[in-house]
């Protein structure tokens, strides 16, 4: 049966560790004589309905270095639902490509091409989450505090949005302490909250929710923020800049977080609102290590997805 990468949610948390780790052996594999390209012949088309620079330029890298192709249609000449349904276009895609990846507004619409195909589909951010986003930030985190999950403690500072709904999931599978903090009427989505929960329970991790980031950030390891307003919200800027003004990501805020603690932002930062200049281009930002782990995280998804046999050999490292 074919697997997709649509939510966190398709990977269980055993999934999630092989996951890293096959990402982790990719990346030191990286153009090195015994770096695997298991995927000559198989193409991959990208439909991007939003901006992007990291996840565009990454997904191709990634298939195209594991020795596939890709194909970016043009969103804005396929009209997804208004040119044609998305289920017609889905069954077209499937007729001559492996894989599709969409960046889209709709959650229901990567999910009616996912319904639409026998081929997998990978989630490159909609309204709901940004999966892959998430498996680089963990890649990130890992590196940073050499695998032990348990002992981590990250708190999410800002909007309730795609990116923290991912990065629930994950921490929670993981086992991370982690906490989010929001201005009141920004919380995540309940069904995130339940299942972050639901995750925790299980893997010894912890999730609990804030209003206030002084209190979210006290004595955490790492601390990550997002834009307060995602694509799509462009008209709400103004007004969240007001809401959010308090859980700005700055030295006072980071005076709470313990010591050493680093700091994370998915990209692109608006600075002087979500996060200063002084942090993000100070020694606690590591936001650059997360956008290059884009390219191992997404090539670690897209050989699960694709190549499951070899994607289990080579993290269990039987290859190279
Ligand atoms: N972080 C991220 O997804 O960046 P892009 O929007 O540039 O792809
Ligand atoms: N929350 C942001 C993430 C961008 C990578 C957005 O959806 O615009």
Known sequence: MKRDFISIDNFSPVELRETLRLAARLKKA???PLEIRPLVGRSMAMIFEKPSLRTRVTF?????????????????????????????????????????TARVFRNETVRMLSDSMQIPVINALCDMEHPCQAVADMLTVEELSRGVFPKVSMTYVGDGNNVCHSLMLICAALGVDFRVSTPGGYEPDKHFITR??????????SFSLFNDPAKAVAGAG??????WASMG????????????????????????????????????????????????????????????????????????????????????????
């Open 233 to 320: 919200q462009e008209e709400e800027s103004e007004q969240r800049r007001k809401i959010f003004l308090d859980h700005q990501v700055n030295s006072e805020l980071l005076s709470h977080a313990a010591d050493d603690c680093y700091v994370l932002h998915c990209l692109p930062a608006h600075r002087g609102e979500e996060i200063t200049g002084e942090v993000i281009d100070g020694p606690r930002a590591r936001v650059f290590d997360q956008a290059e782990n884009r390219l191992h995280a997404q090539k670690a998804v897209i050989l699960k997805l694709l190549a499951p046999d070899i994607a289990a050999e080579f993290a269990a490292g039987e290859i190279a």
């Open 30 to 32: 990286r153009n090195t």
């Open 222 to 227: 790492f601390v990550y923020t997002d834009v």
């Open 196 to 205: 972050a929960n639901e995750l925790a329970s299980g893997s010894g991790g």
């Open 60 to 100: 191709e890298l990634a298939i195209v270095e594991l020795g596939g192709h890709a194909l970016e249609i043009n969103a804005s000449s396929v009209k997804l639902g208004e040119r044609e349904s998305v289920p017609d276009v889905g069954h077209n895609l499937e007729r001559w490509v492996d894989l599709v």
